[in-house]
């Protein structure tokens, strides 16, 4: 796919091909875990995976979630299998510990009873997370520039490296 898009942009007929910031990138943020607080701030619907059962999540409710055999209790609600996280809006961001986290996320139960957190992002939505942890703002436009096409490179070079675990970076 990569380079059907290079010959797509090479040949100047890259509206009608796949774009790359259509990507999707997998991060996993929290790996095995087996009871997590998520602190939400706006408003979220959680959706069975499996099952396709949704709840809305009241965004002033703080919901501790643990991890069974397979299983996750979702403050009152209990899934079988694995759940994503929907923000209603872009401006809705749901904590875990001291960290942010906007966009979907799933959250995966694993077989010795812990769970996986894993966000969903387009790749650059991913840039805008990483780039102000790698340079500050106050860098040369052309030097953050490199950055971006340096962190982009790595993201789609690495898409799937962490497969196994459910995840691609």
């Known amino acids: 796919m990569r380079l059907l898009v290079a010959l797509a942009l090479a040949t100047g007929a890259a509206e009608s091909s796949p774009r790359i910031s259509d990507s999707i990138v997998q991060i996993g943020v929290v790996p095995k875990a087996s009871a997590l607080t998520f602190r939400l701030h706006g408003l979220f619907q959680v ?10 999540l009241d965004s002033s409710q703080v919901y501790d979630v643990e991890a069974g055999r397979g299983a996750l209790h979702f403050g009152p609600f209990l899934f079988l299998g694995q759940v994503r996280l929907i923000p209603k809006s872009a401006d809705d961001f749901l904590e875990i510990g001291a960290s942010r986290y906007h ?4 959250v995966k139960p694993n077989k010795d009873a812990t769970m996986t ?3 969903e992002t387009g790749i650059e939505e991913y840039l805008y997370g990483v780039l102000p942890k790698e340079m500050g703002a106050e860098w040369p436009a052309e030097a953050l520039k490199a950055q971006a096409v340096v962190a982009r490179t790595f993201a789609l070079n690495n898409l ?3 497969g196994s675990a459910g995840f691609d970076l």
């Open 47 to 56: 959706v069975d995976q499996k099952t396709g059962e949704s709840h809305d």
């Open 117 to 119: 957190v894993v966000q």
């Open 160 to 162: 799937g490296k962490f």
């Open 103 to 106: 966009g979907s996320l799933l």
